[in-house]
């Protein structure tokens, strides 16, 4: 129980639930999913989605947690509701499959920053070789996993947290400079508005199932990680204060992220689109016109800060399968956290493989109707992030509503904030786990699946 022992105050929880939110999914993933789905319209929606159907979410996972002091799975069960432990599982499951791909980037991050430091600023260039040396990346991403199943193991999330307390606000400030940097740059307010001026005519059916896939994943929602977190906050805390933190801390980073990314790549004369390899091509580049001193401090700054993001994030992923391993198998957590930790990097192998270096894996499906391939590592994550955690937040939400009772979840969420059920958030709250919540996310699901997976498109 070690990382349960960890959080001893509300700021605690908070900056570990933050902790977990913000990573590679704000810096990495959120600049180039704008970039693929056309810009500002994609933001406007993401926006909408975080506050307005995932927040009711993260509000209920929060009060599962707190209430059952337990894993996913033992929380569905410890409330009186056996068979929807199943939905506890499937959480489990995205967390696997999400880590097993987290983990391969956390990799290039970490071998970013080693770059850096020596100074190679043409790694830009060479991202495509880089992430093909797979036996250089694969000892990053062994490195990363190694020191998540420390962290874990060792239950030092005390320590995270301080340093945490640290170290994000200085990428914070690291972030915010190079946004002052990238608007003195030439052509940087061409960036600016494709990043904030939306233009509607973009928005399709992918752009919108892409938002909230990303909604979610950043948020680190739909997959019981919140439960698992929720855990650990005190009775008289309040939750919704908690929420708001989280979602704002989140959602204003990746924000940022992108104010950062759209100006330099419109500096560089990049392509937008430019996928997974975004933020890996363009700044190396803007690092080195700082100059040699400073862009490799900047640099290695920036790199070093981003992994330490995607730490707090892969802790928190490892952290759900222990967390139900240890709770319902009895398996002592030292050892269930190095299998774990040992299967999932042995899962996420083939998405190690899929940028190129094995055709199998770079090719390794072709959507009904659709005309390209796609990679193992891609398929992971719409299976996981656009598919999975969406149907976990719609299931939760009407989990709460209508079997576990809304009544339960007010009860719950009233303590440390007893006019929560006549305030308008929770009667937002109320209105968005009853209908809109269950509604929307399900049909979104739905055509989800069959627009990706079966190139049927009823919208769109
Ligand atoms: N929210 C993390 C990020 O944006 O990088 C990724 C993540 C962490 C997703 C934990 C899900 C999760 F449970």
């Known amino acids: 129980m070690a990382v349960r022992s960890g959080f001893t105050s509300k700021f605690g929880f908070v900056a570990a639930a933050a902790g977990s939110a913000v990573g590679l999914g704000n810096i990495w993933k959120f600049p180039f999913e704008v970039g693929e789905n056309g810009g500002a319209a994609f933001v406007l929606i993401y926006l909408a989605f975080c506050f307005l159907l995932c927040f009711p979410v993260m509000v209920t996972e929060i009060a599962i947690g707190r209430k059952t002091q337990l894993n996913p799975v033992g929380a569905y069960k410890a409330l009186g509701f056996k068979k929807w432990s199943l939905l506890g599982l499937q959480g489990i499951i995205s967390g696997v499959l999400i880590l097993s791909f987290y983990n391969v980037v956390a990799g290039w991050a970490f071998g970013y920053f ?9 790694i830009g260039s060479q991202f495509g070789e880089f992430i093909n040396d797979i036996f250089r990346v694969g000892l990053y991403g062994l490195i990363f996993m190694g020191a998540t199943a420390f962290i874990v193991s060792k239950g030092v999330s005390g320590g995270i947290e301080k340093a945490a307390k640290i170290l994000m606000p200085t990428l914070i400030v690291i972030m915010l400079l190079l946004v002052l940097y990238s608007f003195t740059l030439p052509n940087a307010l061409k960036g600016v508005e494709f990043y904030l001026l939306p233009d509607f005519s973009k928005i399709s059916f992918p752009v919108v199932y892409s938002a909230l896939g990303q909604a979610f994943f950043s948020l680190s929602l739909g997959m019981g990680a919140l439960i698992t977190y929720g855990s650990y906050v005190g009775k008289n805390d309040n939750i919704i204060s908690s ?13 940022i992220a992108g104010l950062m ?32 001193t ?96 969406p149907l976990g937040g719609c299931l939760i939400s009407f989990f709460a509503a209508y079997i576990w009772k809304k009544e339960n979840l007010v009860a719950e969420v009233s303590k440390g904030n007893p006019n929560f059920k006549n305030s308008i958030v929770g009667k937002y709250i109320d209105f968005a786990i009853s209908y809109l919540c269950p509604i929307v996310l399900g049909i979104l699901f739905i055509l989800t699946v069959l627009s990706r997976f079966f190139g049927i498109n009823i919208i769109g």
């Open 114 to 122: 080693l770059e850096m430091v020596s100074g190679n600023f043409a």
């Open 243 to 255: 929420a708001v933190l989280i979602t704002l801390a989140d959602v204003g980073i990746a924000f």
């Open 261 to 292: 990314m759209f100006p330099l790549v419109f500096s560089q004369g990049l392509s937008t689109d430019g996928g997974p390899g975004l933020i890996f091509v363009t700044l190396p580049g803007v690092f080195e016109t700082l100059g040699p």
């Open 294 to 389: 400073l862009g490799i401090v900047i640099g290695s700054l920036f790199f070093l800060l981003l992994s330490f993001a995607a730490l707090t994030s892969t802790v928190s992923l490892l952290e759900v399968p222990v967390a139900y391993i240890v709770d319902e198998h009895g398996i002592r957590r030292n050892n269930a956290v190095w299998l774990v930790a040992a299967v999932i990097f042995i899962v996420g192998i083939p998405s190690l493989l899929s940028n190129g270096y094995s055709d199998l894996f770079t090719n390794f499906i072709t959507y009904i109707g659709a005309d390209s391939p796609t990679s193992f590592m891609s398929l992971v994550e719409h299976v996981a992030n656009d598919s999975f955690l």
